[in-house]
């Protein structure tokens, strides 16, 4: 038994590999969610790479050489594993995207994001793969926040409060990044599985936020070539950012449609939203603190 992602989760596969406390350790009785494993592997000739899909009641997640990922109303994480030997890339791929399938049938809503609480604040930095999410939030823990999530963050959202929910104490980072802003003294993990040569770090406890929290700040990030700044979007811009950034969009339903419809408009209303511009360096994570601080919101 174990704890991650503010549920109880019986599984047969060892969480605490990524930092996920263990039952014994908060005194869990029941759990929430089950995550088996199944030997007799599906036949898989008829689907690509990373190919998906998810509704409410059903789903799978296919990842090639590592494994066939079904989800279950909201309630089981049926894995048909290609690997012989578990190790810590593979539960930290099946604490990614196939938990945020699970919490998507929950009613839960899933975004690709890293979260950090600082200075009793929590910021919000969204975007596609590479686009600097968990540089900035690993500057941010090093400058003593707390990690939330470092990919995929888990909202509860209604209509007068928006919140998070912390996922596991691990974050992936470049070499380059890790010298640059001395973010770990070892060399980290290796990750074959992570197909953009980033490493695994465990954070420390002090390091983790292992509560829900209320969501303050989202910034929507993208690169350019010759500047930093922060600026305001028109609202229809910010709807499609959230869109681009729904881990379950696909393929999308009216029920699914009424249903991101309806979060996104209840996350605008509760979360301040920007656009953080930066260029494409390792230099604008030097006041990326700064720059996010200085903002004024009318």
């Known amino acids: 038994m174990f704890h991650a992602y503010g549920i109880n989760i019986e599984s047969d596969f060892d969480l605490s590999l990524v930092g996920v406390l263990p039952a014994e350790k908060i005194g869990l009785k029941e759990g929430d969610l089950v ?3 199944r030997k007799k ?3 898989v000739d ?6 998906t899909y998810v509704d409410s009641n059903s789903g799978f997640y296919f990842r090639k050489n590592l494994a066939f990922f079904e989800f279950i109303s909201g309630r089981v994480i049926r894995i048909h594993p290609y690997k012989k030997t578990i190790d810590l890339d593979f539960i930290r791929v099946l604490l990614n995207y196939p938990i945020a399938c699970i919490m998507f ?3 839960l809503f899933t975004l690709h994001a890293s979260a950090v609480l600082y200075s009793g604040k929590v910021y919000m930095f969204c975007g596609q793969a590479m686009s600097g999410k968990s540089s900035i939030a690993a500057k941010f823990i090093k400058c003593g926040a707390r990690l939330i999530t470092e990919d995929s963050a888990i909202l509860k959202i209604d209509e007068n409060k928006v919140s998070i929910v912390p996922s596991y104490p691990f974050i992936k980072l470049s070499a380059e990044t890790n010298e640059s802003i001395g973010f770990c003294d070892n060399n980290g993990v290796e990750l074959p599985a ?3 040569g980033r490493r695994g770090y465990k954070l420390d406890v002090d390091q983790f936020s292992r509560k829900s929290l209320k969501v303050d700040y989202c910034f929507y990030l993208d690169w350019c070539r010759n500047t930093n700044k922060i600026e305001k979007e028109p609202l229809k811009n ?6 681009q950034a729904s881990l379950n969009i696909y393929p999308l339903s009216k029920e699914k449609e009424k249903l991101i419809f309806s979060s996104t408009l209840n996350f605008l209303k509760n979360v301040k939203t920007l656009r953080y511009v930066r260029q494409k360096k390792l230099t604008s994570l030097e006041n990326v603190i700064e720059q996010v601080e200085s903002i004024k919101f009318s």
């Open 35 to 37: 995550i088996e494993r």
């Open 41 to 43: 592997l599906p036949k």
């Open 46 to 51: 008829k689907f690509f790479d990373n190919q």
């Open 105 to 107: 049938q929950r009613g």
């Open 194 to 196: 992570d197909k953009n």
């Open 238 to 243: 910010q709807y499609q950012r959230l869109l």
